[in-house]
T-cell receptor, first 116, second 114 residues
Framework: SQTIHQWPATLVQPVGSPLSLECTVE??????LYWYRQAAGRGLQLLFY??????ISSEVPQNLSASRPQDRQFILSSKKLLLSDSGFYLC???????????????FGNGTRLTVT | QQQVKQSPQSLIVQKGGISIINCAYE??????FPWYQQFPGKGPALLIA?????SEKKEGRFTISFNKSAKQFSLHIMDSQPGDSATYFC?????????????FGKGTSLLVTP
């Protein structure tokens, strides 16, 4: 069966420090991968998606970046965190191209990031 | 801009009652409409989904009603239980080159009282 791992679960970082959040998926190949951010009252905001290794699309301009160094690995990074980067970050995957686009989106359990 | 608008923001229902959450969209290219359920500290999980070629889909106590002409869809939770207390998100996506990403509503916090 497929599983998605996301870490760390919680993180407290000072303003201006770097960030690296990692997500890995097991039990599937060539998935579409996504980073969402959830802020109170703002729902789930799509940040980045990837349809293949090295292919990253950004939905929202900001000081965050994403990378996909391996098929089932997705990393969210920042060189210098801002206070406004605080939030709940969720990694997700769904079946990739060639499969039903109605396949469910599977979320990890998220990382609660607090920038102080 | 918010492509899927969801209401209400919060909802309190007594045990055994019906919970109703509504969503509206503008993009007529959307062709997949799922609902997700999220418990505190967890990621959202798919609850039920519908495509626009049907007007209603029922799974147990959960029903999606879909009105294509009005560009609206809603979630009905029958015989609501305290265990249904969670945040519910509606979403929509289309078959496109945007990685089939889901566009979510802002969520509804449901509290079912005993």
């Amino acid at each position: 069966s497929q599983t998605i791992h996301q870490w760390p679960a919680t993180l407290v970082q000072p303003v201006g420090s770097p960030l690296s959040l990692e997500c890995t998926v097991e039990g599937t190949s060539n998935p579409n991968l996504y980073w969402y951010r959830q802020a109170a009252g703002r729902g789930l905001q799509l940040l980045f998606y990837s349809v293949g290794i090295g292919q990253i699309s950004s939905e929202v301009p900001q000081n965050l970046s994403a990378s996909r160094p391996q098929d089932r690995q997705f990393i969210l990074s920042s060189k210098k965190l801002l206070l406004s980067d605080s939030g709940f970050y969720l990694c997700a995957w769904r079946s990739g191209p060639g499969k039903s686009y109605n396949s469910p989106l599977h979320f990890g359990n998220g990382t609660r990031l607090t920038v102080t | 801009q918010q492509q899927v608008k969801q209401s209400p923001q919060s909802l309190i229902v007594q045990k055994g009652g019906i919970s109703i959450i509504n969503c509206a969209y503008e993009n007529t290219a959307f062709d997949y409409f799922p609902w997700y359920q999220q418990f505190p500290g967890k990621g959202p999980a798919l609850l039920i989904a519908i495509r626009p070629d049907v007007s209603e889909k029922k799974e147990g106590r959960f029903t999606i009603s879909f009105n294509k002409s009005a560009k609206q869809f809603s979630l009905h939770i029958m015989d609501s239980q305290p265990g249904d207390s969670a945040t519910y998100f509606c979403a929509a996506s289309r078959n496109s080159n945007s990685g089939y990403a889901l566009n979510f509503g802002k969520g509804t916090s449901l509290l079912v009282t005993p």
